[in-house]
């Protein structure tokens, strides 16, 4: 679809100022150095919200919209912050800006389910500062990572601490398979004798009680 339209070009007849002409912009339609409406660039955004940038791109190139995955992110990073109101249970973890080079926090308003904050790095300081000019956290959700849990104890001891559950299954999946990896000489007897079938065996109320 092609637009024509014609608008007004003002001129500056100031000499210091640096820009020399302006195009008149028109209302929900186009905007200051932009290639695309208006709506073209929502849709644009709608797509990088749903899916991401590799995939919205894939997506695009079913709909009638020509974008690239650098498009996609660009008009995401073009979106406003969304206002942060008080974070009563607030998650923390770490992601990588690099992997095995460079890696931040991530923080969560859980109860909302959306990040709120980036910094830059993953120490105790900087988490303990963020979380000193939030004193309104009552639940800290975190990792078990002693960064995390010395930045919480310092800046909010009065807060809950407890461990996110992709954690707590993490750490229960590693338990399971170290108990079976040291006991795989017992257990492979048993399933050679047939032991296993019998313990599987229901026991008689009488056994039970005793």
Avoid at 81 to 97: K, M, N, R, Y
Avoid at 163 to 172: G, V, Y
Avoid at 174 to 179: G, L, P, S
Wanted: charged content about 25%.
């Amino acid at each position: 679809m092609l637009f024509r339209l014609r608008v007004h070009r003002f001129f500056c007849d100031n000499g210091p100022c640096s820009r020399r002409t302006m195009a008149e912009q028109v209302p929900s339609l186009t905007g200051r150095y932009r290639r695309r409406t208006t709506a073209l660039a929502r849709m644009v955004q709608a797509i990088g919200l749903a899916v991401g940038g590799r995939a919205g791109a894939r997506l695009a190139g079913h709909l009638p919209v020509r974008t690239s995955r650098d498009v996609i992110l660009g008009e995401l990073r073009r979106l406003p912050d969304p206002p942060s109101a008080q974070v009563t249970v607030l998650g923390i973890d770490e992601f990588a800006f690099r992997r095995g080079a460079t890696y931040g926090t991530v923080l969560i308003d859980v109860e909302a389910r959306r990040p709120i904050d980036l910094p830059p790095d993953r120490t105790a300081g900087t988490v303990a500062a963020w979380l000193a000019d939030r004193p309104e956290s009552k639940v800290i959700c975190r990792d078990r990572c002693s960064t995390f849990s010395q930045a919480a104890s310092r800046a909010a001891p009065d807060a809950i601490q407890v461990a996110d559950r992709w954690h707590l299954l993490h750490s229960l999946a590693r338990a399971v398979e170290r108990t079976a990896h040291q006991y795989r000489v017992c257990l492979r007897k048993d399933a050679e004798t047939g032991e296993t079938d019998q313990r599987q065996q229901p026991s008689e109320p009488a056994s039970l009680a005793a």
